[in-house]
Antibody, heavy 116, light 110 residues
């Protein structure tokens, strides 16, 4: 069965960087985009961008341009999302997900807390 | 300030039919299909509707979706207490070249 497993919770200081990993199994990792979506406490879903694991091509949401980098390692079916220059407003649960048509596979979410 | 506009809340009594609206524009809902997600507290979103009105396997037929022009709707018939959740619409935006979500609607079963 499909599994999408993310790395664990992190606490970061303002100005620091974070890097979350997302390991997929049970489907062909290189066939589908891998998206990153975040959700601040009590807030809605916000799309951050996507990477196509086969080519490495990325699309980033305008709100994160210049601060976000999405990469992948196809040898271990794992995607990464790095966000730099963190501020308190970046405190959120970060999800990775693969979707298309009836397919929709989400990780369990990674809570990142930015606090001094 | 979400690109897609949803009412923040909706409610109904058990057994009632409830609808949630999602308003977009000519760059997102107009030319593209809409997905709907259900999110229970503390869990990842679950796909309820894709391609405007299609249900993934396992989603009860109480849930239905529709789209007209630059708006979409999610309908839940025979409301149950377990349907209490947050609901989000989503679509690709051709101008932004990215996915956009609605702000979410919190559904309460009275």
């Amino acid at each position: 069965q499909v599994q999408v497993v993310q790395s664990g919770a992190e606490v970061k200081k303002p100005g620091a960087s974070m890097k979350v990993s997302c390991k997929a199994s049970g489907y062909t990792f290189t066939d589908y985009h891998l998206h990153w979506v975040r959700q601040a406490p009590g807030q809605g879903l916000e799309w951050m961008g996507r990477i196509h694991p086969n080519s490495g091509a990325t699309n980033y949401a305008q709100n994160f341009q210049g601060r976000v980098t999405m990469t992948r390692d196809t040898s271990i079916n794992t995607a990464y999302m790095e966000l730099s220059r963190l501020r308190s407003a970046d405190t959120a649960v970060y999800y990775c997900a693969s979707w298309g048509g009836s397919r929709s596979y989400w990780g369990q979410g990674t809570l990142v807390t930015v606090s001094s | 300030q979400s690109v897609l506009t949803q009412p923040p809340s909706a409610s109904g009594t058990p057994g009632q039919r409830v609808t949630v609206s999602c308003s977009g524009s000519s760059s997102n809902i107009g030319p593209n299909t809409v997905n709907w997600y259900q999110q229970l507290p503390g869990t990842a979103p679950k796909l309820l509707i894709y391609n405007n009105n299609q249900r993934p396997s396992g989603v009860p037929d109480r849930f239905s979706g529709s789209k007209s022009g630059t708006s979409a709707s999610l309908a839940i018939s025979g409301l149950q207490s377990e349907d209490e959740a947050d609901y989000y619409c989503a679509a690709w935006d051709d101008s932004l070249k990215g996915w956009v979500f609605g702000g979410g609607t919190k559904l309460t079963a009275l």
